[in-house]
T-cell receptor
Framework: DPKIIQKPKYLVAVTGSEKILICEQY?????MYWYRQSAKKPLEFMFS???????DNQTASSRFQPQSSKKNHLDLQITALKPDDSATYFC?????????????FGSGTRLLVI | AQSVTQPDARVTVSEGASLQLRCKYS??????LFWYVQYPRQGLQLLLK??????VVQGVNGFEAEFSKSNSSFHLRKASVHWSDSAVYFC?????????????FGLGTTLQVQP
């Protein structure tokens, strides 16, 4: 059974629209993250949450807004979508506060903005 | 600034051959390093990790990696590759930021194992 569920797996969106990427984890972790994998770039850290509070935000654009309605959820709302937002978005989780903690990744949401 | 460099974008080896994937990191503190693998259309899976002790760490499926502080390297090795090892391999530096962490990824090395 997948420990981190990301929905949907694939998403096609029109430029200017808004989408929400869903992430739920069943590992009992209290830290959750979003990473983005774009073509020709390394996976980039976007956000980290610990105990449902935003800890770090490396995303320049306010169009990206994480939302944590429950402690095992961290959704990502993206507004005013642009073609450059096309990427695979990975959710991850870990125990907070330890650098050697294992990170578990979801299988990703592949977003295509046309 | 912290960074991870994987100098080989693509490596092709024959099945049964040995493998080394190179990784260099840049970080002034104590490095915590991982290797992750990404199979096609899947998420990332942890292969192995290093944070202290023996510089040679064992991972899953016969993979191992050797940490070298003097060379700032964390190379991944396998004695005999199988076709199912074809995937993208990421070297990753783990940092602590506040009460969470952040992973710094290399660009990845695509491994193709030929029959």
């Amino acid at each position: 059974d997948p420990k981190i569920i990301q929905k949907p797996k694939y998403l096609v969106a029109v430029t200017g629209s808004e989408k929400i990427l869903i992430c739920e984890q069943y590992l009992g972790h209290n830290a959750m993250y979003w990473y983005r994998q774009s073509a020709k770039k390394p996976l980039e850290f976007m956000f980290s949450y610990s105990y449902q509070k935003l800890m770090d935000n490396q995303t320049a654009s306010s169009r990206f807004q994480p939302q944590s309605s429950k402690k095992n959820h961290l959704d990502l709302q993206i507004t005013a979508l642009k073609p450059d937002d096309s990427a695979t978005y990975f959710c991850a989780s870990s125990h907070p506060g330890t650098p050697n903690s294992d990170y578990t990744f979801g299988s990703g949401t592949r977003l295509l903005v046309i | 600034a912290q960074s991870v460099t994987q100098p080989d974008a693509r490596v092709t080896v024959s099945e049964g051959a040995s493998l080394q994937l190179r990784c260099k990191y840049s970080y002034s503190g104590t490095p915590y390093l991982f290797w992750y693998v990404q199979y096609p259309r899947q998420g990332l899976q942890l292969l192995l990790k290093y944070y202290s002790g023996d510089p040679v760490v064992q991972g899953v499926n016969g993979f191992e990696a050797e940490f070298s502080k003097s060379n700032s390297s964390f190379h991944l090795r396998k004695a005999s590759v199988h076709w199912s090892d074809s995937a993208v391999y990421f070297c990753v530096l783990s940092l602590i930021t506040g009460n969470t962490g952040k992973l710094i990824f290399g660009l990845g090395t695509t491994l193709q194992v030929q029959p």
